[in-house]
C-alpha cells in the first residue's frame, strides 16, 4: 500500500507519469522540467504566467530550480520497481493497491501478477502473454475467441471458428508465429535494402559536402589570388604614379635653370641700359653743343647690342617635355583600362548543377572569379615587368624553314562550299609521316625545327606560346644564320639560339651553346617570352602562375631574332607576339 501511495506521489500533473528531472516552482508544486517548459512556451504570448495545479500568477517567467531531493526520490524508486517505468501495467485483481502485471491471459482479458497467476487456469484456451492494454484487439471481433491463425489470402488474423465455419473456410492459413516470422523475414530483407540506401545517401552526402568544401577552398584561393594581384598592382600604379610626378619636377627644374640663367642676363642689361639711357639725357640736356659732339656716338653700340642678341634668342629655352609626359599618361590611362575589363564572372552555364538523387549524377563545374582569356598575363606583363602590352598578333611559321616531319596547317575546308581555302601557317605539330618538301638550303634537316617568318632587331616584345602539355618540345630564338644541318643545327645548342625545353618524364631546362640548365619549375599550357633587344635579355615566364619567371638569358645580340620552335613527336604549338614600350 506505502509502494502504490509514493507511486501517486511521483507522478507528474502535465504527462501523468513519473518525474524526469523534476524542478520546482515558486508555488511548490513540482513538474517535469520538459513538461513546464512547454507550458510556459504556451503562455509567452499572452504575457501572464501561471502554475498548472494552482494557477498562481506572475508576470516574469518563473526561475525552475532543480527539486535535488525528489530527483534522488525517483531514481531510489526506479531502481528498485523497474517494472513501474517499463509497462505501467498493473494487475487486474489486486484491488486494494496496484501490484505490477506478469502476465495478460488473452482468454480473460485480464493482467495478473505472479501471485494471481500462480492459481490462474493451465488449460490451452487461457493463453498468457507479455502484459499488454490491448487484450481487446487479440481476439476475433465476431466470435469472440483468441485470435490463432492467419488467413495468406485476406491478409488477416482469424481464430479456428473462422477458419472451420466462417467466411474464411477453405482458405490457406497459417499459426499467427509462423506467418509473423515470414513477414518478419521479408521485413530484415526490405530493411537490408533500405539500409544499403540510406548508406549510399550517407555517402552521396558526404561527396557533396567534401565536394562544397573543395569549391569554397577554390573561391578562398581565387580570392587570395585576385587579392595579391590587386594590391601587386596597387603598389606598382604607386610607384608609377611616384616616377611620373618625379619626372614632372625634373622636367620643370631643367627648363627653369636656363630660364633663371637668361633673366637674370636679361637684368644685367636692362640695368646697363638704364645707365645709357641716364647718360644720354644728360648729353641732350646739355647747353654746350661742343661737349656733345665730343661724346663717342652710341648708335653703334646699340646695334652691336641688336646683333648679339637676336629675337629669337630666349625662344626654346626650358620647354617642358609635354609629348613625353602625355605619351606616359596615355600609357597609364591604357593599363587602368586594362584592369578594368580584366576580371570576369563565367556564364550560368558554369554554375553547380541541380543533383539528381534518383539518377545518382552530379555537376563538377562550379561558379569561380578568374581572369578573362589573357588579361592577367597582360596586366602582369604590363605592370610587374614594367611595360604597356600593345594589341597580340599571331606568329607566322616560315613553311620554307620546317622539317618534313612538322605538319603546318596552310588551308582549311569551307563547310558551306566544300572547298578549301588557304590560311595563315600559325601552327605547327608533329607528323608521323614525312611531307615531301622540296630540298632547300634554309630548311632545317636533322631536326622537326622551324622559324618564324618576322624577326626582331629592336625595342621591347612580349610572346605567349600555346604548347601542349604532352610529348617534347623546345621554344626559343634564334639567328637566321643558324646552321640547317648537323648536331649543331639543333636549337639552343649552338651559340646562335636560346631555347627553353620540355623533355620526356616533364624535365625541364634552358639551354643556349650547349650548355642545360635544369630548372625546378614548369610552365603549363602557356610560355611567356619577353625579349628586351637593346637590354640582351631573353627571359621565359609562366603566365599561368602570376607571370612566375623561369629562366633568363643575357648576351649582346649581333643578329635580328626569329621565333624558334622545335617540335617532338605529340606536341604542337602556336602563338602570339605584342609589341612591348616604355
Given amino acids: 500500500m506505502a509502494s502504490a501511495d509514493l507511486r501517486k506521489e511521483l507522478d507528474c500533473s502535465i504527462c501523468l507519469s513519473i518525474y524526469t528531472d523534476p524542478v520546482t516552482l515558486r508555488c511548490g508544486h513540482n ?94 484456451e487461457h493463453i498468457l502473454s507479455d502484459p499488454t492494454t490491448t487484450l481487446g484487439n487479440r481476439k476475433c471481433s465476431v466470435h469472440k475467441k483468441v485470435l490463432e491463425y492467419y488467413c495468406t489470402e485476406d491478409t488477416a488474423c482469424i481464430c479456428v471458428t473462422c477458419s472451420l465455419a466462417g467466411k474464411h473456410r477453405g482458405h490457406l492459413v497459417e499459426l499467427l508465429d509462423v506467418a509473423s516470422e515470414k513477414k518478419k523475414k521479408k521485413l530484415r530483407h526490405i530493411l537490408q535494402k533500405l539500409t544499403i540506401k540510406r548508406e549510399e545517401a550517407e555517402k552521396r552526402v558526404q561527396s557533396l559536402q567534401e565536394r562544397r568544401i573543395n569549391d569554397q577552398e577554390k573561391a578562398a584561393g581565387v580570392t587570395e589570388t585576385v587579392t595579391a594581384l590587386f594590391r601587386d598592382i596597387r603598389r606598382q600604379l604607386n610607384d608609377l604614379e611616384k616616377r611620373v610626378l618625379s619626372e614632372i619636377s625634373r622636367q620643370v627644374q631643367c627648363a627653369s635653370l636656363p630660364v633663371s640663367d637668361l633673366i637674370q642676363q636679361l637684368e644685367i642689361q636692362k640695368d646697363e641700359l638704364s645707365r645709357e639711357m641716364r647718360h644720354i639725357e644728360e648729353l641732350c640736356n646739355l647747353p654746350d653743343p661742343v661737349t656733345v659732339l665730343q661724346e663717342p656716338d652710341t648708335g653703334d653700340w646699340c646695334d652691336a647690342e641688336d646683333r648679339e642678341r637676336p629675337d629669337n634668342q630666349d625662344r626654346g629655352v626650358g620647354e617642358l617635355d609635354v609629348g613625353h609626359l602625355s605619351e606616359t599618361l596615355h600609357t597609364l590611362y591604357d593599363i587602368l583600362t586594362s584592369i578594368n575589363e580584366g576580371i570576369y564572372v563565367q556564364d550560368s552555364t558554369d554554375r553547380l548543377q541541380e543533383v539528381n538523387p534518383a539518377a545518382g549524377t552530379e555537376s563538377d563545374k562550379a561558379m569561380f572569379v578568374k581572369p578573362a582569356g589573357n588579361a592577367e598575363s597582360d596586366i602582369i606583363t604590363g605592370i610587374k615587368i614594367g611595360l604597356y602590352v600593345h594589341q597580340p598578333t599571331k606568329i607566322i611559321l616560315d613553311i620554307n624553314t620546317a622539317a618534313s616531319n612538322i605538319n603546318i596547317p596552310q588551308s582549311i575546308t569551307d563547310n558551306s562550299t566544300f572547298k578549301s581555302k588557304p590560311i595563315e601557317p600559325t601552327c605547327a605539330n608533329w607528323s608521323d609521316y614525312a611531307w615531301y618538301c622540296p630540298d632547300k638550303p634554309e630548311r632545317f634537316q636533322h631536326y622537326n625545327q622551324v622559324l618564324s617568318t618576322s624577326s626582331f632587331s629592336s625595342g621591347r616584345h612580349y610572346l605567349d606560346m600555346t604548347v601542349s602539355e604532352s610529348g617534347w618540345w623546345s621554344v626559343g630564338m634564334s639567328y637566321p644564320s643558324i646552321d640547317r644541318r648537323g648536331d649543331q643545327s639543333r636549337i639552343g645548342y649552338n651559340d646562335k639560339s636560346w631555347a627553353l625545353c620540355r623533355g620526356w618524364y616533364n624535365r625541364c631546362s634552358a639551354i643556349h651553346d650547349r650548355i642545360e640548365i635544369c630548372l625546378s619549375t614548369f610552365p603549363g599550357s602557356t610560355v611567356g617570352i619577353y625579349l628586351d633587344y637593346e637590354a640582351g635579355q631573353l627571359s621565359f615566364y609562366d603566365p599561368s602562375q602570376q607571370m612566375r619567371h623561369i629562366h633568363t638569358f643575357t648576351a649582346t645580340f649581333t643578329e635580328p631574332l626569329h621565333v624558334a620552335l622545335c617540335i617532338g613527336k605529340g606536341a604542337i604549338i602556336s602563338g602570339t607576339v605584342r609589341c612591348c614600350k616604355k
Fill in 31 to 124: 513538474f517535469c522540467r520538459v513538461c513546464i517548459d512547454r507550458v510556459l512556451d504556451t503562455q509567452e504570448g499572452s504575457g501572464v504566467y501561471s502554475c498548472p495545479d494552482c494557477r498562481a500568477e506572475s508576470q516574469e517567467r518563473p526561475a525552475l530550480i532543480q527539486n535535488i531531493t525528489l530527483c534522488n526520490i525517483v531514481r531510489s524508486f526506479l531502481s528498485t520497481h523497474p517494472d513501474q517505468e517499463e509497462t505501467g501495467i498493473f494487475c487486474t485483481y489486486c484491488i486494494h493497491s496496484p501490484v505490477p502485471a506478469a502476465k495478460s491471459c488473452l482468454h480473460c482479458e485480464a493482467s495478473l501478477c505472479d501471485n494471481h497467476l500462480r492459481v490462474h487456469s493451465k488449460s490451452a
